[in-house]
């Protein structure tokens, strides 16, 4: 079974960077889109970030531009690079692995907390 495990979160100030980690363990199947969510308090988990096994990306309007997400497929690893952080991006962020197509599923890592104090 996929299992997602996340590093990297911290406190920075506003300006700052952080580099979000996510290492699937368990075997990735191929034709997985692996990306960041996050979820502040108060408020509903909402999509950073994806990439497909190809490549493609898809950033949020609040990020694109200051956040990359990045694979290595053969490390079964995904990245994001946080740059230019504001008090706004302070939320628990959690990774996330998807196939559409069989066998489907969908995994969460455990989350790691980014804070961004002004």
């Known amino acids: 079974q996929v299992q997602l495990v996340e590093s990297g979160g911290g406190s920075v100030q506003t300006g700052g960077s952080l580099r979000l980690t996510c290492v699937a363990t368990g075997g990735l199947p191929g034709a997985t889109t692996m990306g960041w969510y996050r979820q502040a308090p108060g408020k509903q988990r909402e999509l950073v970030a994806t990439v497909t096994s190809g490549g493609t990306t898809n950033y949020a309007t609040s990020v694109e531009g200051r956040f990359t997400i990045s694979r290595h497929n053969g490390k079964n690893t995904v990245w994001l690079q946080m740059d230019s952080l504001r008090p706004e991006d302070t939320a628990i962020y959690y990774c996330?692995?998807?196939?559409?197509?069989?066998?489907?599923?969908?995994?969460w890592g455990q989350g790691t907390q980014v804070t961004v104090s002004s």
């Open positions: 996330n692995a998807r196939r559409a197509v069989t066998p489907v599923f969908t995994q």
